[in-house]
């Protein structure tokens, strides 16, 4: 029975691609709850299924078994309560950032039963979400005219522009610098403190996914299963300078052996140890 404490619950989740000789597992027996409001973390070696996983709870690929429930109600595909940011920043190009954000509102399901006081609390929204981004003085820009981390806060402010329950974000910084992506762990911080949403973020570094998460769910490849949930012991007033506190880099290099043990990478690096020493012995 679903907990109705839970924004999300998956059991027993598995999902396959093709039939046959050619069957493929993807996803195997995931089992995770996540709380309303909890942002989660999910990291793991390439090929762990962290983007199939994301874009199954956003309804863009179907599971095969099991169940998969976002408040209480079965994920059957996409929604208005969920929402989704990717690495490639999907603007439209030839809508200004202003029309890009409000983009959404055109969509039908947005319209249904809308009142004049609903389109000017919707004007006020897409304001206040361009002046939180910085993105006021850019708001008659087109994309091609934006940086990538500017671009990233567009997508960012058009997903959170309907109040959706979830925010599903598949490694949204991982095309930036670094400087700049500091800045957006930062404004990602101000963000989920701000509105209180349910975030699912997807990453390949552990680091980014410490800093920003309140869990870090480790995957495991071949075929996609979760691993390990490690705890955040961090409060919600975070700071740059808490990536160099001992107790931080503890908990990064805990989950970094876990997914080096999941991959096989240390096997794999001790065989490269091995032929690098017969080699040299020949």
């Not at 709870?57 to 940011?85: F, H, K, Q």
């Not at 890009?100 to 004049?116: A, G, P, V, Y």
Request: net charge neutral.
């Amino acid at each position: 029975m679903t907990n109705p404490v839970n924004k999300i619950s998956i059991r027993h989740l598995d999902k396959h691609y093709g039939a046959g000789a050619r069957r493929t597992q993807a996803l195997h027996n995931i089992n995770l709850d996540i709380a309303a409001g909890e942002f989660i973390t999910l990291v793991g070696a390439s090929g762990c299924g962290k983007s199939t996983l994301l874009r199954t709870l956003g309804g863009l690929e179907e599971y095969s078994i099991g169940s998969l429930a976002c408040n209480g109600r079965p994920v059957d595909g996409p929604g208005p309560d969920r929402a989704m940011v990717f690495q490639s920043y999907s603007l439209y190009p030839w809508l200004t950032v202003m029309e890009n954000i409000r983009f959404c509102r055109k969509l039908h399901f947005h319209r249904d039963n809308t009142t004049s006081a609903d389109v000017e609390q919707a004007s006020g929204r897409s304001d206040a979400l361009l002046a939180l981004m910085g993105l006021s003085h850019v708001k008659h820009a087109y994309p091609a005219e934006l940086s990538g981390g500017m671009q990233q806060r567009v997508a960012i402010a058009r997903a959170l522009m309907v109040r959706p329950d979830v925010l599903l974000m598949d490694e949204p910084f991982g095309a930036l610098d670094a400087q700049t992506r500091e800045v957006m762990h930062d404004l990602m911080r101000y963000l989920y403190l701000l509105e209180k949403t349910t975030v699912v973020f997807v990453t390949h570094d552990v680091e980014e996914a410490i800093y920003l998460g309140q869990r870090v769910v480790v995957m495991a490849p071949r075929p996609g299963r979760i691993d390990s949930v490690f705890d955040v012991p961090f409060g919600p007033d975070r700071h740059q300078d808490l990536k160099l506190a001992p107790e931080f880099t503890e908990l990064k290099r805990r989950i970094l052996d876990r997914i080096r043990e999941t991959s096989g990478m240390k096997t794999d690096l001790e065989q490269l140890k091995k032929l690098t020493e017969h080699q040299h012995g020949n």
